[in-house]
């Protein structure tokens, strides 16, 4: 199971850290990822790893601003936010899976694990 904390609301260029934190998986052996989805729109790809030891993949919009990590004996990964902008607002998901392969990290589809989801709201 995952649970994400962290939302809420801030003004433009402010920054927020999201955390999501895992029970019942062997967490360094799955990739995580932080997906998000504004209203209206489809769920997309922020930043992720493939596994407990690779590198971060970001999404061209958040790479520079964003910055993923992971506790693996915590299991918990966060998510850095900086210069926040109102297109960030949307719903933050984390999940993830044991079984997919690096073509599949930024797709949802491919994750079995995903937590409740935390409102990021950016708005003056």
């Known amino acids: 199971q995952l649970q994400a904390s962290g939302g809420g609301l801030v003004q433009p260029g402010a920054s927020l850290r999201l955390s999501c934190a895992a029970s019942g998986l062997t967490f360094s052996a799955y990739a995580v990822a932080w997906f998000r989805q504004a209203l209206g729109k489809d769920r997309e790809f922020v930043g992720g790893f493939h596994r407990g030891g690779s590198k971060p993949m970001y999404a061209d919009s958040v790479k520079g601003r964003f910055t993923i990590s992971r506790d693996n004996a915590k299991k918990t990964v966060y998510l850095e936010m900086n210069n926040l902008r109102p297109e960030d607002t949307a719903v933050f998901y984390c999940?993830?899976?044991?079984?997919?392969?690096?073509?599949?990290?930024?797709?949802?589809?491919?994750?079995?694990?995903w937590g409740q989801g935390t409102l990021v709201t950016v708005s003056s």
């Open positions: 999940a993830a899976s044991r079984t997919i392969i690096l073509s599949q990290l930024r797709v949802p589809s491919s994750y079995s694990n």
